[in-house]
């Protein structure tokens, strides 16, 4: 998952995020747990774009809107918190929840889909191991 928020000079940060929820269809929740300069820029402008993408597919969507920071001091923070604890596995604490309300929903998908309309998902994925795995093992 990647957020791109922006800075009031319209300029954009990319920021790989680990744990994520989806409170509702129209709310999806990012656990912050190391990134300083995702809060600055969402207190200077809160609209974002994040994108989720499945690396096996090469399919996922994007999602826009406006975020808001909870952050330990607010009340609610704690049994919130509870909700990333099983993502987590208390191997991180979360520093803030960002909580974006979502104004549009887009498909994202490879440009392999596009320029070989006859590829399918299966050699994608195929693709993908061969170049996500060659290493391992």
């Known amino acids: 998952m ?11 940060q990319c920021f790989a995020k680990r744990s994520f929820l989806f409170k509702t269809k129209t709310e999806l929740w990012i656990a912050n747990i ?19 993408v499945n690396i096996w597919t090469q399919k996922g ?4 809107g406006e975020a808001i920071i909870l952050g330990p001091q607010d009340h609610n923070f ?13 191997r991180f604490r979360i520093q803030q929840i960002l909580k974006i309300a979502i104004t549009s929903t887009k498909p994202v998908v490879a440009p392999t ?13 195929k693709n993908a191991q061969k170049t996500y795995l060659k290493n391992s093992g």
């Open 34 to 52: 190391a990134s300083p300069v995702s809060l600055k820029n969402i207190q200077e402008n809160p609209k974002v774009c994040v994108c989720g």
């Open 78 to 90: 704690k049994k919130e918190e509870a909700l990333f604890r099983a993502q987590l596995k208390g």
């Open 113 to 125: 889909y596009a320029f070989y309309p006859h590829t399918t998902e299966e050699e994608v994925i």
């Open 61 to 64: 969507f994007q999602w826009k």
């Open 2 to 12: 990647l957020v791109s928020d922006c800075f009031k000079r319209r300029s954009t």
